[in-house]
T-cell receptor, first 113, second 109 residues
Framework: DAEITQSPRHKITETGRQVTLACHQTWNHNNMFWYRQDLGHGLRLIHYSYGVQDTNKGEVSDGYSVSRSNTEDLPLTLESAASSQTSVYFC????????????FGQGTRLTVV | GQNIDQPTEMTATEGAIVQINCTYQTSGFNGLFWYQQHAGEAPTFLSYNVLDGLEEKGRFSSFLSRSKGYSYLLLKELQMKDSASYLCAVMDSNYQLIWGAGTKLIIKP
């Protein structure tokens, strides 16, 4: 069965360190997204990609970067982790931009100390 | 600005019916989604509305009124496993999803 997987599931890191969260999907979807989820907020879009070599900034992109070298993977990098980036991060993919459901990974809980 | 409003928390009894409302103000509209999210898990798709009216899918139904910027999710014959957060999301004119903060539904026996 097709799936979308994130790793690691849990991560603790120190302020100032670079961290990369992995996202891998076997749906063969062109569209991939990274969100963060915090209490009291809806999912907020960090970065998204509509295909290989395509990346775009979302609502809360400062301090994050992504790269898309193949269809399956969209790694999210925190350049210099900050305590404000402590959150749960979800990766998602969808077949098209409009009208189709997004499939989510299980999430990565990141704590920056 | 863009805004999605839904109640923070609701409580209902097993076997009953509950309606979760969602109002939205967005730049453009290309459909409204409802997702279910159990604690500590990923959101999973429940329904999609792009035209006015009611979409029924088993125990779950979703309604949309575009002129009122309003949707609701109706859950019938509630079961304990329906205890979860329900997320409303609107796709705007740029085909980006704008998410509400979610409604935590507590089911009591």
């Amino acid at each position: 069965d097709a799936e979308i997987t994130q790793s690691p599931r849990h991560k603790i890191t120190e302020t100032g360190r670079q961290v990369t969260l992995a996202c891998h999907q076997t749906w063969n979807h062109n569209n991939m997204f990274w969100y963060r989820q915090d209490l009291g907020h809806g999912l907020r879009l960090i970065h998204y990609s509509y295909g290989v070599q395509d990346t775009n900034k979302g609502e809360v992109s400062d301090g994050y970067s992504v790269s898309r070298s193949n269809t399956e993977d969209l790694p999210l990098t925190l350049e210099s982790a900050a305590s404000s980036q402590t959150s749960v991060y979800f990766c998602a993919s969808s077949e098209r931009a409009e009208g189709t459901e997004a499939f989510f990974g299980q999430g990565t809980r990141l704590t920056v100390v | 600005g863009q805004n999605i409003d839904q109640p923070t928390e609701m409580t209902a009894t097993e076997g009953a019916i509950v309606q979760i409302n969602c109002t939205y103000q967005t730049s453009g509209f290309n459909g409204l989604f409802w997702y279910q999210q159990h604690a500590g898990e990923a959101p999973t798709f429940l329904s999609y509305n792009v035209l006015d009216g009611l979409e029924e899918k088993g125990r779950f139904s979703s309604f949309l009124s575009r002129s009122k910027g309003y949707s609701y999710l109706l859950l019938k014959e509630l079961q304990m496993k329906d205890s979860a957060s329900y997320l409303c999301a609107v796709m705007d004119s740029n085909y980006q999803l704008i998410w509400g903060a979610g409604t935590k539904l507590i089911i009591k026996p």
